[in-house]
């Protein structure tokens, strides 16, 4: 069952006089329940891709369909709704502010929905509980973005979107984090797209969808992802 519908799907940036063609009517679905990853070269619209899929930004052509409902053309309070309650991000410099523990860093998004999950209880699942009174600057790069990820998912997203979330970590803490997306999305029957240009990430995914030049050129099953040891 298809979660999140692409048909060709065309962007270009302009600056000034230039013109970058960042996706050229490229296609892809996303199932329910599936993690997906997303690799691709630097510039190859793994990133673009990822935005117009969180209603971040708008395709030139094509159409996005989220489970029967068109984002293409929804108006502006829609996107932002839409943003808000059935997506979750996960950034690869974490964006945590600063001046909030991690437990408020969590509370603050919790409150941007109706039912969020407990602060707590989410903290718990990505082992941080004991940190919760904890400034971003006072955990380890792996920690902030396990924040991050508690972040995005206590509003219960239907959809969690990471990009390159493992891209400043060491590949330790890495493969740590993709464990914790993959237990995240098995206990709350969610689904993740995890963008990167990282090939040894690829290897560990059920399905792995391969850009290049602003297309998706190959979209293949792992019969036997590598388990995140
Ligand atoms: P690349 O994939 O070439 O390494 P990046 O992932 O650094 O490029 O950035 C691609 C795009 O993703 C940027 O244009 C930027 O808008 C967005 N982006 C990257 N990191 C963040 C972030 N922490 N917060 C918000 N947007 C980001
Ligand atoms: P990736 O995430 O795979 O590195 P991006 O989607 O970030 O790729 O970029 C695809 C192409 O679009 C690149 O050539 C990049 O330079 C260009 N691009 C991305 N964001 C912008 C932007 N905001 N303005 C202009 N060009 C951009």
Redesign the pocket.
């Known amino acids: 069952e298809v979660l999140l519908s692409l048909k060709n799907i065309s962007k270009t940036y302009t600056m000034g006089e230039v013109q970058v063609e960042a996706l050229k009517e490229t296609s892809l679905d996303i199932y329910k329940g599936e993690l997906l990853v997303i690799l691709g070269p ?2 190859s619209g ?3 891709l ?2 117009l899929m969180g209603g971040i930004d708008r395709p030139d052509g094509g159409e996005i369909i989220f489970d029967t409902r068109p984002l293409t053309n929804a108006r502006e309070k829609e996107l932002t709704l839409y943003r808000r309650r059935d997506v979750g991000f996960v ?5 945590l502010i600063p001046d909030l523990t991690a437990a408020e860093n969590v509370a603050l998004a919790a409150e941007l929905v109706a039912e969020p999950l407990a602060v707590d209880e989410v903290l718990r699942d990505v082992g941080l509980f004991e940190r919760r009174d904890h400034f971003p600057s006072q955990l380890s790069g792996g920690e902030q973005q396990r924040v991050a990820i508690a972040r995005a998912i206590v509003k219960r997203p239907r959809l969690l979107l990471c ?2 979330p493992t ?1 400043a970590l060491d590949y330790e803490t890495g493969k740590m984090i993709l464990k914790l997306l993959s237990g995240v999305r098995e206990k709350y029957a969610g689904t993740v797209v995890i ?1 990167t ?1 990282n090939t040894a990430i690829g290897g560990m995914a059920e399905r792995v969808a391969r850009m290049r030049s602003g297309q998706v050129v190959d979209v293949s099953v792992n019969a036997c992802p590598l388990p995140p040891e």
Request: proline share 0%; net charge negative; charged share 20%.
């Open positions: 630097s510039g793994k990133s673009t990822l935005n950034f690869q410099f974490y964006n990009d390159e891209g963008v240009h």
